[in-house]
């Protein structure tokens, strides 16, 4: 978690320093891709945590600590989002795991139903958002 603290840290640096094309591309496609993994790292390894101290995959319980790393992962997503200024390559790493969440609870079946909605729904959230940014810039 410190090592992602010091990564928003430099890349919001970053975005206020006037680099070359060629620097910017470089640094700030490094930066944010490894920002990006990072954040999703942060939630991944939390879900894993949960489930290996205890706490289902399925029933009620599972179904609803899992809906809230989610949402915890969507809110930390989007905020950190507007606050790169829509980087493209940040956004990707962001959406990956929300359309990998999306593919694996399809496969799950309808036990899986409500993290398969707030998985799409969060996507499409920070889709809507990225476009509607691009169009205003």
Not at 63 to 78: E, G, M, N, P
Not at 79 to 95: A, D, G, N, R, V
């Amino acid at each position: 978690m410190t090592m992602g603290v010091a990564l928003r840290i430099v890349f919001r640096e970053l975005l206020s320093v006037s680099l070359k094309f060629s620097e910017k591309v470089i640094v700030l496609l490094t930066f944010a891709l490894y920002f990006g993994w990072t954040t999703v790292a942060v939630f991944a390894n939390l879900a894993s945590a949960l489930h290996y101290y205890g706490l289902p995959l399925s029933n009620f319980l599972g179904l609803s600590w899992q809906l809230v790393v989610l949402f915890l992962a969507a809110f930390t997503a989007h905020y950190f989002l507007m606050e790169m200024k829509f980087s493209l390559p940040y956004f990707l790493t962001l959406t990956w795991p929300f359309t990998a969440i999306i593919i694996e609870t399809l496969q799950s079946g309808w036990a899986a139903l409500p993290l398969t909605i707030f998985a799409v729904s969060a996507t499409v959230v920070l889709l809507y958002k990225r476009i509607c940014k691009q169009h205003l810039v």
